[in-house]
């Protein structure tokens, strides 16, 4: 009896051909216009770009990376474009990576903000938005299941993000003290239950095989890659340079409660504590940009959000559009300078919310690298996590109210979006439609709406 033939073995694929710093370029400038999709669907058209598809990087060394990325705050999809770049070639390979992911979506969105605030009482604007909030609303819902579903592995994680949930909606405690204090029970936790603590991990790591690769499994370190103290000192004090040099501009020329300075500062905050991507990072936004500075209204901030779905680029790019309308309607160059404030601002508060993003990479890269799974490192920021999912949950409660009510609890009930909102919901949670198919569909609902009502 013959034995069955084994399955034939597909010979290895040849080796890619390096890749010059210009080519990488091309490549970069491309996926700063295709990455729709939040950082899920960003991070996936890397992987098939990058791993599957031009075989520049080798899985296990990609998801290494993208690990790293989820640690420290800051959009990940950016920074992991950011870190693949300057392993590839160098400091000025990451700079461009991260900057390129950025760029387009900026342009953009100073394009959209200056149409919203300019035109937005124009019934073509207002009828497209009519239908975009309410599919925002069920966005958002979304945002808080699936990040609830990778994170909540046990009633300790269940607790904090319940107890997070508490301290924003019920007792308004600032964004920055929930993140501090659930990353210091994680910490604390990690040692007494490491096992309560250990990270899950919010990803698909799925090992594959794709040939060999530019940066292989066992391709070294470059040489730029390797940790040294004097390289950790001068990028450090470069990028303390980045922020201070600009920083002073403001206060010298507009003192230190002008707009333009209130917003650097801000922004250079609300870097600091953007775990868990841009829908954890918005509930602080809008305490300050609303609540606190003013610089727009709540619904603007819904509105804002919308835009950011429908753009390329990293969520939290939303922080443009804060940015411009807050620089637009404060009129901050005189009434005839409207548009230059507000792309002035706009520009302003993307450099100070992504600088600290390009030194995480260039500064910690070779650093933190090798602490990859340690539960000292990795306990806070599944506690944080966890703490974030109460937060989006809350982020969903304050979109609701205000599309659903928006003459508040005192009006009436405005059940033609809480109909949108939930046609958004079964397109998203049961036929798992994307978002941008969703708010296109929304957007155009809305329209006709408004267009039979007037």
């Not at 650097?264 to 500075?293: I, N, R, S």
């Not at 939290?316 to 005839?336: D, H, S």
Request: proline share 7%.
């Amino acid at each position: 009896m013959n034995k069955p033939e084994a399955p034939p073995v597909a010979p290895p694929a040849s080796p890619p051909t390096p890749v010059t710093f210009w080519q990488a370029f091309v490549f970069w400038l491309k996926l700063g216009f295709i990455s729709f999709g939040g950082p899920a669907g960003q991070i996936a058209i890397m992987h098939q770009e990058l791993v599957e598809r031009r075989r520049w990087i080798s899985e296990r060394r990609f998801l290494h990376a993208l690990n790293y990325c989820m640690i420290l705050p800051g959009p990940e999809a950016q920074q992991l474009a950011t870190y693949i770049g300057w392993l590839m070639h160098r400091t000025w390979g990451g700079i461009v990576a991260g900057a390129l992911f950025v760029l387009p979506s900026l342009l953009i969105l100073i394009a959209l903000s200056w149409i919203y605030i300019a035109f937005g009482d124009v019934p073509l604007v207002a009828g497209l938005f009519y239908g975009i909030k309410p599919a925002v609303t069920a966005i958002v819902v979304q945002a808080a299941q699936r990040i609830g579903s990778r994170a909540l592995k046990n009633n300790v994680l269940w607790a904090i993000a319940a107890a997070s949930f508490v301290a924003i909606f019920a007792l308004n405690v600032p964004f920055p003290a929930i993140i501090l204090l659930a990353g210091l029970t994680g910490h604390f936790g990690g040692g007494i239950a490491p096992d309560t603590f250990r990270a899950g991990g919010g990803h698909n790591q799925i090992e594959m095989s794709v040939g060999s690769t530019l940066i292989d499994d066992d391709t070294p370190p470059p040489e730029h890659a390797h940790f040294r103290w004097t390289k950790l000192l001068k990028i450090t004090v470069f990028g303390g340079l980045l922020w201070t040099a600009p920083m002073a501009f403001l206060v010298a020329n507009f003192g230190w409660q002008h707009t333009l300075t209130q917003m650097g500062w801000f922004f250079t905050k609300a870097a600091m504590v953007t775990f868990g991507g841009a829908y954890a990072v918005l509930p602080y936004v809008y305490q300050g940009a609303v609540g606190h500075y003013g610089w727009l209204t709540p619904t603007q901030m819904i509105d804002g959000l919308a835009l950011g779905e429908t753009t390329p680029g990293p969520l939290i790019m939303v922080v443009a559009f804060v940015g411009f309308v807050g620089g637009y309607v404060k009129v901050l160059f005189g009434p005839e300078f409207v548009f230059l404030a507000g792309a002035v601002a706009a520009i302003l508060v993307t450099w100070f919310t992504f600088l600290p993003s390009f030194l995480f990479i260039l500064a910690g890269g070779p650093l933190v690298e090798s602490t990859h799974g340690d539960i000292t490192f990795t306990a806070p920021l599944t506690a944080i996590t966890a703490a974030v999912v109460g937060v989006i949950l809350n982020l969903a409660l304050f979109f609701g109210y205000h599309v659903l009510w928006p003459h508040g609890f005192t009006g009436s009930f405005d059940w033609v979006s809480a109909l949108i909102a939930l046609a958004a919901a079964v397109a998203l949670f049961r036929y798992r439609r994307n978002v941008i198919e969703v708010i296109a569909v929304c957007a155009s609902i809305g329209l006709i709406i408004n267009t039979l009502i007037l």
